[in-house]
């Protein structure tokens, strides 16, 4: 499977962004049964969940995040997304997608950059 994201960009304090992660070379029953999520990593910190996909049907937050982003996911598109509302300099990093499969094979994607100027 190939993660490609994109969304990514400069922003004041205060405003938003929307992630999107899209798929390839994964059928459609894969994509349903993986985990999977968003991670960030800034410099010097080391790479942090931000919001996952359960299996289960489960939805986790970082509590620095939760009631600020929202993750969501269009199956048929095999995409993923993250909408980044009140934006705050702390949220500035390279931000990741990941899936896990059902088989416990770990895919991420490129990163993209979230600047969030004060």
């Known amino acids: 499977a190939r993660l490609v994201e994109s969304g990514g960009g400069l922003v004041q304090a205060g405003g938003s962004l929307r992630l999107s992660c899209r798929t390839s070379g994964i059928i459609l029953s894969v994509w349903r049964s993986a985990d999977m999520g968003w991670y960030r990593q800034a410099p010097g910190n080391q790479r942090e969940l931000v919001a996952t996909f359960e299996n289960s049907g489960d939805i986790n937050y970082a509590d620095s995040v939760k009631g600020r982003f929202a993750i969501s996911r269009d199956n048929a598109k095999r995409t993923m997304y993250l909408q980044m509302n009140s934006l705050q300099p702390e949220d500035t990093g390279f931000y990741y997608c990941?899936?896990?499969?059902?088989?416990?094979?770990?895919?991420w994607g490129q990163g993209t950059q979230v600047t969030v100027s004060s």
């Open positions: 990941h899936l896990r499969s059902y088989n416990n094979y770990d895919y």
